[in-house]
């Protein structure tokens, strides 16, 4: 199926968006133009939920003897495909003129570059992972030059963790139960579902602490529920933790605050 170059051109000519473009990206110096400086959300993964559109910010500076007459448009693709075939994600790439005019010739920065991507428009959960990205630049008289920015870009669905720690407040040296749930972006069905098999680390952070520490690590259930048992030791905050992987994105709960009987602590401390 044919799709369109590209979607809306924004009044003034200040950006453009590109959709769902899969061109046949060669190598990196295509037809005198070539790109360097690439960067994609500052190397970090695109984690993507269900309902959003999430924009990150893309910088890359091109080198051209050719005349353009649209500034060059980043988009995401995984085969080498031709203009028609559709095997890419969908995803729109927009910057300001000031740094890379509209029309123009040589070299030119993007430095505020933005890629977005709809997570209504992602037709299956096998998207994720990692995508190769590309650059099209718009000649004048309708042609163009597609470039393969050897710069790979991974795509992850997002994770949501949830915490609950109770009784609150408790007693020292009672236990205290920590329980939650991982789920994960299902963007074929547009919902978070239950993340199963799934290791996740229990922080802690007693007060006056500046940062977490991993007490110990669950496995998540076939619903992707959480729960464990610690002892109260002192008053602070209990998290979960889970790191992500190669699809899916990294996310840690809010945490929950315990308070432990100061009183009852020093009895047995007395003991």
């Known amino acids: 199926m044919a799709k369109k170059l590209w979607n809306a051109v924004v009044a003034g000519g200040a950006a453009a968006v590109f959709t769902a473009m899969a061109a046949a990206p060669t190598d990196a110096a295509t037809g005198g133009v070539s790109y360097s400086q690439v960067t994609v959300n500052g190397g970090k993964p695109i984690v993507i939920g269900i309902q959003d559109e999430v924009t990150v910010p893309v910088t890359f500076r091109m080198t051209t003897s050719r005349t353009w007459h649209w500034q060059p448009l980043v988009y995401l693709f995984r085969k080498k495909a031709d203009f028609w075939e559709s095997d890419d994600i969908s995803s729109g790439f927009g910057a300001s003129d000031h740094s890379c005019p509209t029309e123009g010739k040589g070299s030119c920065v993007i430095d505020d570059g933005q890629l977005s991507i709809d997570p209504k428009a992602i037709e299956s959960n096998a998207a994720a992972g990692a995508w190769k990205s590309a650059a099209y630049l718009s000649l004048p008289g309708g042609d163009g030059v597609s470039t393969n920015l050897n710069h790979t870009v991974q795509v992850r669905r997002a994770t949501r963790v949830t915490v609950n720690a109770a009784p609150e407040p408790v007693l020292f040296g009672k236990t205290i139960t920590v329980t939650g749930k991982v789920t994960l972006a299902n963007w074929e069905k547009h919902a978070y579902q239950g993340y199963a098999g799934r290791t996740v680390s229990l922080q802690f ?67």
């Open 205 to 271: 952070k007693a007060d006056g602490a500046s940062s977490y520490k991993t007490v110990k690590k669950v496995t998540s259930s076939s619903t992707g529920a959480l729960k464990t048992t610690v002892k109260a030791t002192d008053s602070g905050t209990w998290r979960w933790n889970y790191y992500g992987n190669s699809t899916a994105g990294a996310k840690a709960s809010t945490g929950d605050h315990v308070v432990v009987s100061s009183g009852v602590r020093v009895m047995h401390a007395a003991r």
